[in-house]
């Protein structure tokens, strides 16, 4: 009893931090966003009343959600190959997947410009072949941003899924088997519903961050690939308007929450999540 | 008991010494500056340079230490001298920052009897702020695909895409590029300003759908140039100047270039002001800017400068007199006012 309730005595020093520098700067900006230097709603009437802030912030959600489902389609597969190696493919396996992150965003960015340009690598090769006879267009495009950024963000998929699949008892899948159940039906009706944990929390990591992504959209975007964080910047950086910027940034917080509420309502993902700590 | 006295006068001696000492070495302090200057510039690439030509021969000549900052911030400059946490002492600030620094009080006035204002270009030579380098928005075309003296010589032939085929690319965003489309659309160069907004959304219509790539990073037009993702663009003009050196078939148009020019500012409540002072003034030394521009063609103040330079690096210059009389000038007052609004206008635009 003790030493249980000594336990949250443990968490103090992260909630320190979390209060000092997460919470302090919310309620700042939160206060920013209305008083101008007296309370004011003009900034929220802006966004509202200007259709471009919204049209901007609809852009961006799609945008992430289309990178989270790209990356979960194309991480599981890795996962659930990960998670069936004896341990040592599988370490060198996991090292490659997590090698793309020690190497910057920008330096990242840069080299897909280089293979997507009209006299990138990609074109060349198929001009070569005689597969086009002229460069397709590549960069500069919404297609290149979404691949862009799911070439960032999919070891953020691919982990959360590993871990929950290595948890997985793989005994469970020889005994719907020795009970009759195919391949097919076995991944569906146990291995699936016990990896939804990973699912959950890749799918709400990766699209949480592709909702602040701001350099990758700006280098391989068309004009119409703008997304929030691009505007709130220039509201930042650029025209000073900081309470503006904070109003922005407010919206997108509580769009974040609304969608994952909704998700919540409809997948369970505060049962799913959990999950993971007993998997 | 007289023990007791001794030691007591001993330690009122000891007290009396401290003191003189401690309101001694405050007042040294106060009168003499630390020989350190903290200078804050957009860093990168450049910052070697700025060393080598600026820096390491002032501190050879003066004793004073210059410590590089970067990158150009306003939001920062803002939180520095509203919180009196001042780190600068010098900032290079972008046009448009240099006039709201000013209108905000963020800035010392310049000593202009330490600085030599007889030798400065007379825009540049400002109350709070100095001219750190001029720079010109630029018409830059690839010279495979269009010949020199066959090549679009104005923003009117960027416009004309039958006579002047070819992928184009413009910034996405709106400066210079409405003065741009104005003089596209054959408004006079002295009647630019106040913008026409509309007029120059309209004018910009019309090149929309043939501008392959916006690009929005200052290194991004010279790249697309030598890849060939296109043909004619808008540039800062040592971007291209750069990839020429490399070989690249590249050239300037200087006709119609929209010229900016970026300043110094000394911060207000800085430590090291008197320094700063004299650290601006080098910086202007004919000599030095002539060292300067061989690095990169964005000049300061400096009138005597070409005197120091070859016709040839002279040319490529935006403050060279030919160039000069073909500019034209930003009117960052104007920007300052209609920020916001004609940015809200071009995100819109751009979507559309």
């Given at each position: ?78 996962s659930?190959l990960l998670a069936a190696q004896p341990p040592k493919v599988c370490n060198i396996l996991l090292i490659l997947v ?64 590993f871990?929950?699949?290595k ?113 | ?352």
């Open positions: 009893m003790a030493t249980k309730d000594l336990h949250i005595y443990l968490l103090l020093p992260s909630l320190g931090l979390l209060i000092i520098f997460f919470v302090v700067p919310m309620l700042r900006i939160f206060g920013l966003s209305f008083f101008d230097p007296v309370f004011t709603l003009k900034h929220y009437l802006r966004i509202f009343q200007i259709e471009v802030y919204l049209q901007v912030l609809f852009r961006t959600l799609i945008v992430a959600l289309i990178v989270a489902g790209v990356c979960l389609i194309l991480g599981y597969p890795v659930y997590l090698i793309p992150l020690w190497t910057s965003v920008l330096v990242r960015t840069y080299s897909w410009m280089v293979l997507l340009g009209r006299e990138g690598l990609l074109n060349q090769i198929l001009l070569y072949l005689n597969l086009i006879s002229k460069p397709m267009t590549l960069l500069y495009t919404s297609k290149a941003v979404i691949l862009g950024m799911v070439q960032i963000l999919l070891p953020f998929m691919i982990l959360p899924l871990s929950t699949m948890g997985i008892d793989r005994n469970l899948l020889k005994a719907a088997q020795s009970l009759g159940a195919g391949p097919m039906q076995t991944f569906l009706r146990v291995f699936l519903p016990l990896s939804l944990p990973g699912v959950a929390a890749g799918f709400i990591l990766v699209f949480i961050l592709s909702l602040g992504f701001f350099i990758t959209p700006a280098l391989l975007g068309g004009r119409k690939d703008i997304l929030i964080s691009m505007l709130i910047e220039t509201q930042v950086r650029e025209l000073l308007n900081w309470g503006f910027a904070a109003a922005l940034s407010l919206i997108l917080l509580l769009s974040t929450i609304v969608i994952l509420a909704i998700f919540n309502r409809f997948v369970g993902l505060d049962r799913l999540v959990s999950g993971i700590k007993f998997s | 008991m007289e023990r007791y006295s001794l030691m007591k006068k001993k330690f009122w001696l000891l007290f009396l010494l401290g003191t003189v000492f401690f309101v001694f070495s405050s007042i040294n302090s106060m009168a003499a500056e630390d020989k350190i200057i903290v200078f804050n510039s957009s860093g990168g690439a450049l910052d070697a340079a700025q060393r080598k030509v600026f820096s390491d021969p002032f501190e050879k000549e003066t004793g004073i230490k210059v410590i590089h900052t970067a990158p150009v911030n306003f939001a920062k400059l803002k939180a520095m001298v509203e919180s009196g946490n001042v780190e600068w002492d010098i900032t290079e600030l972008p046009p448009r920052d240099m006039v709201r620094a000013v209108r905000l009080g963020y800035l010392e006035p310049l000593d202009y009897t330490i600085i030599n204002k007889a030798d400065l270009i007379p825009e540049a030579a400002l109350p709070y702020a100095i001219g750190g380098g001029f720079y010109s928005t630029i018409l830059a075309y690839n010279t495979k695909k269009f010949s020199k003296g066959k090549h679009p010589q104005s923003w009117a032939d960027f416009w004309n895409v039958n006579k002047f085929p070819g992928r184009r690319s413009l910034r996405n965003s709106p400066a210079d590029n409405l003065e741009i489309a104005l003089l596209a659309d054959g408004v006079p160069k002295d009647k630019i300003y106040p913008i026409d907004v509309d007029r120059a959304f309209r004018s910009l219509d019309k090149i929309k759908p043939h501008i392959a790539v916006w690009w929005s990073v200052g290194a991004q037009p010279a790249q697309l140039l030598t890849d060939n993702e296109v043909d004619l663009t808008t540039s800062w003009n040592g971007r291209i100047t750069d990839i020429q050196r490399k070989g690249a078939p590249v050239e300037i148009e200087w006709n119609e270039a929209i010229l900016s020019l970026s300043y110094y500012g000394v911060v207000k409540g800085a430590k090291h002001k008197t320094n700063a002072m004299k650290y601006l003034a080098f910086r202007q030394r004919p000599d030095r800017q002539a060292e300067w521009v061989k690095a990169l063609p964005y000049p300061g103040a400096s009138i005597s400068l070409y005197k120091y330079l070859t016709p040839e690096l002279a040319k490529i210059m935006p403050t060279y007199p030919e160039n000069l009389k073909k500019a034209i000038k930003v009117n960052n007052e104007w920007w300052l006012e209609n920020a916001d609004r004609v940015q809200e206008k071009w995100n819109a635009w751009m979507l559309k």
